[in-house]
């Protein structure tokens, strides 16, 4: 794969629209947790070449396969939706069909090319959705041979025997917002991965989409292999350190009854609201995935870790830094009330 760099990408018509970029970026996510439970090495890229390349190693790759994504509000997949090619804008000329993209990389990339994977929302008209991830040529014969013949007639150097590298992959994902069930997914994966029920998720699930996202709207040059597993891919080490840092953050996690004890100066009332509070923001650490909330949390981390006065009680720290709470959660869009403010600053400060 040393050409995978040296050889030029393809056109791609302007940038990615937000929605579709959710939807490949939350597919491709779901391939790295299920990539990333076997136990060989891999390297997913994100918008390069296609939209996503997975190889199969990340520092001497000797095969990729290459996926497109392509989503619809309804309706199935025809062998002439496959296969069609618009005139351009402006001219005569005609746009090569979905199929010729994807068989480009087999072009360019010969053997090494091992899956040309089209991945949508949408059933196949000739494929049976119970089949699915399966090659063309597990479909419908007359369909699949229809295809064979467009691409023959389109591209001069289509062997017939290459229509079984075409994989289907009909995702679960739904159109409109798929990190919600990507979310469960991810959920599941770290019970498995680290044997912790209720294991605090947020943070790696905004981390690995945030990771994703970035990766596919990096337009920077890339000019070497090390700067492609750098800037467009995410690799076997970088998740596994992702979970180390996620069991982490479940080790060290303070415990109210510890802290509590240290919280003097105040009335048993606003004692009282401040531990209910507590375990309100220790379940949305847990469960909400937001970019927002994530952002949140790290800025009252770095605010508790600055805070070097000694002459102060527990309780006039978190009093004398409210105004700067109350400002963090209006930048953030927490609405929450003093006691929930105080509860998460004890939290950061106590981890």
């Keep these: 794969?040393?050409?995978?760099?040296?050889?030029?990408?393809?056109?791609?018509?302007?940038?990615?629209?937000?929605?579709?970029?959710?939807?490949?970026?939350?597919?491709?996510?779901?391939?790295?947790?299920?990539?990333?439970?076997?136990?060989?090495?891999?390297?997913?890229?994100?918008?390069?070449?296609?939209?996503?390349?997975?190889?199969?190693?990340?520092?001497?790759?000797?095969?990729?396969?290459?996926?497109?994504?392509?989503?619809?509000?309804?309706?199935?997949?025809?062998?002439?939706?496959?296969?069609?090619?618009?005139?351009?804008?402006?001219?005569?000329?005609?746009?090569?069909?979905?199929?010729?993209?994807?068989?480009?990389?087999?072009?360019?990339?010969?053997?090494?090319?091992?899956?040309l994977g089209f991945v949508t929302n949408q059933p196949c008209e000739f494929i049976e959705q119970s089949k699915c991830p399966c090659t063309f040529d597990e479909g419908d014969s007359v369909k699949t041979d229809a295809l064979r013949k467009a691409l023959a007639a389109e591209i001069s150097t289509f062997a017939a025997g290459d229509i079984n590298l075409f994989e289907y992959h009909l995702s679960d994902l739904p159109l409109r917002r798929p990190g919600t069930m990507l979310r469960g997914l991810i959920l599941q994966f770290l019970e498995r991965e680290l044997g912790i029920p209720d294991c605090p998720s947020s943070a790696f699930v905004v981390v690995v989409l945030e990771h994703a996202r970035e990766r596919s709207k990096h337009m920077g040059s890339v000019t070497n292999f090390q700067d492609l597993m750098r800037a467009k891919a995410l690799t076997r080490a970088q998740v596994q350190e992702m979970l180390d840092e996620t069991k982490r953050r479940h080790q060290s996690r303070p415990k109210w009854s510890v802290v509590s004890g240290d919280l003097t100066g105040i009335s048993p009332v606003q004692k009282r609201d401040i531990g209910r509070a507590w375990a309100r923001y220790e379940i949305d650490k847990l469960s909400q995935a937001s970019h927002a909330f994530e952002r949140f949390c790290t800025k009252l981390c770095d605010l508790a870790n600055s805070i070097d006065d000694d002459d102060q009680t527990l309780a006039e720290i978190v009093r004398s830094n409210l105004g700067r709470l109350r400002s963090l959660g209006q930048q953030f869009g927490i609405s929450q009330d003093e006691a929930y403010l105080s509860a998460a600053f004890l939290y950061e400060f106590s981890s």
Excluded: C
């Design 1 to 115: 794969m040393d050409d995978l760099v040296a050889i030029p990408q393809r056109e791609k018509g302007g940038s990615i629209a937000l929605e579709r970029l959710d939807y490949q970026s939350s597919w491709a996510v779901s391939l790295v947790l299920m990539l990333h439970e076997r136990s060989d090495d891999y390297a997913v890229a994100f918008e390069f070449h296609d939209d996503i390349v997975v190889l199969n190693s990340s520092s001497q790759p000797t095969r990729a396969s290459f996926y497109q994504v392509k989503t619809r509000d309804s309706g199935h997949w025809t062998v002439k939706r496959l296969t069609q090619r618009y005139k351009q804008r402006g001219g005569s000329d005609r746009v090569p069909s979905i199929v010729a993209k994807m068989y480009d990389n087999r072009i360019k990339f010969g053997s090494a090319a091992e899956i």
